[in-house]
C-alpha cells in the first residue's frame, strides 16, 4: 500500500505540473497590459529591469521596481494570490537558509544593532550585515518576480521564438520546444498506464512487485519515446526539415511596445546613475 500510495503521489505531482502550466497558458491568453506587447520588446524590457535590479544598490529603488512587478501583474489580469504564491514562499525560505549568516559580525563586520550569546560564542547583528541581507533578498525577489511575469504573461512558443533574437542556435531552440510540447503526451501516457495498472491489479502487494512495476514501465516509456523520435523525425524530413527551424516571425512592434521599452531604458539608466 505503501508503494500504491508513493505511484498515486506521483500521479498527482505530475498532473499539478500540467494543470500550472494550463494555468500560465491560461493567463497568458487574457487581454492584459503585458500580454498585448510583442514578445522581444516586453523581453527586453524584463532583461533591462533585471539589470537595473542588479546594479542597484538603493532599498528603495528596488522596492519601487517590485511594487511595480505587483502593478504590472494586476494590470495584467493576474491573481495577486497566484502570482504572489510563486514569489513569497520559495524565495525566502531558500534565500534565509544561504543568507542568514551574513548578518553576524562572523561574516560581515560593522557597527553592532543587536548582541547576544550562544553558549561562549557572542553574536550581533551588525548595521552592514542587515543592509546586505536586506538587499540582496530585494534583489532575489524582484527578479523571480520579474521572471514570473514574463513567463505568465507570454505563450511558451512565442518565449521560443525570442532566443534566436538574441544568437542562440536554432536546433537548441527546436529540442526544447519539442520536449515542452512531449511532457504533456507523457504525462497522460504515464496516467493511463498507471489507470491500466490499477484497474487490472487494484493495489500493489508489495515494495518489489511495485519496483518491478515501475522499472518496467520505465522501460517501457522509453522505448516508446525512441520509436516516437524516429516518427516525428521522418515526419519532419518528409516536410522539408533541413538542419534549419524556420519559426513564423513576430507581429511588429506598436506604439505601446515602443513606450515600454524606453521605460525599461530609463529605469536601467537611472539605476546607473544613481550607481
Given amino acids: 500500500m505503501r508503494v500504491n500510495s508513493f505511484i498515486e503521489r506521483s500521479v498527482v505531482s505530475a498532473f499539478s505540473f500540467f494543470r500550472e502550466s494550463v494555468l500560465c497558458e491560461n493567463y497568458a491568453s487574457k487581454r492584459g497590459l503585458l500580454q498585448i506587447l510583442s514578445p522581444p520588446i516586453k523581453t527586453l524590457f524584463v532583461f533591462f529591469l533585471l539589470l537595473a535590479v542588479f546594479f542597484s544598490k538603493s532599498i528603495i529603488f528596488i522596492l519601487a521596481v517590485y511594487s511595480l512587478c505587483i502593478l504590472l501583474s494586476y494590470l495584467s489580469s493576474i491573481e495577486l494570490r497566484f502570482f504572489l504564491k510563486r514569489t513569497l514562499v520559495f524565495v525566502p525560505i531558500f534565500y534565509l537558509v544561504i ?40 534583489r532575489v525577489l524582484t527578479s523571480v518576480s520579474l521572471c514570473v511575469l514574463l513567463i505568465t504573461t507570454t505563450f511558451k512558443y512565442e518565449l521560443l521564438k525570442v532566443l534566436p533574437i538574441f544568437g542562440v542556435p536554432h536546433i537548441f531552440v527546436l529540442i526544447v520546444g519539442m520536449s515542452y510540447r512531449y511532457i504533456y503526451f507523457f504525462v497522460e501516457m504515464f496516467q493511463n498506464t498507471y489507470l491500466a495498472i490499477k484497474s487490472r491489479v487494484g493495489f500493489i502487494p508489495s515494495i518489489k512487485k511495485g519496483q518491478f512495476l515501475v522499472g518496467a514501465n520505465i522501460a517501457n516509456f522509453w522505448h516508446r ?28 512592434p506598436h506604439f505601446v511596445d515602443w513606450a515600454f521599452l524606453v521605460i525599461g531604458i530609463f529605469i536601467l539608466g537611472l539605476s546607473l546613475w544613481q550607481g
Avoid: C
Fill in 99 to 138: 543568507a542568514l549568516p551574513s548578518l553576524f559580525n562572523v561574516f560581515t563586520p560593522g557597527e553592532p544593532i543587536i548582541i547576544f550569546k550562544i553558549f561562549n560564542l557572542t553574536l550581533n547583528i551588525t548595521h552592514q550585515g542587515l543592509f546586505s541581507f536586506s538587499i540582496l533578498f530585494l
Fill in 225 to 252: 519515446s525512441y520509436n516516437l523520435y524516429n516518427d516525428v523525425y521522418n515526419a519532419m524530413l518528409a516536410r522539408g526539415y533541413y538542419r534549419e527551424v524556420k519559426l513564423p516571425r513576430s507581429a511588429k
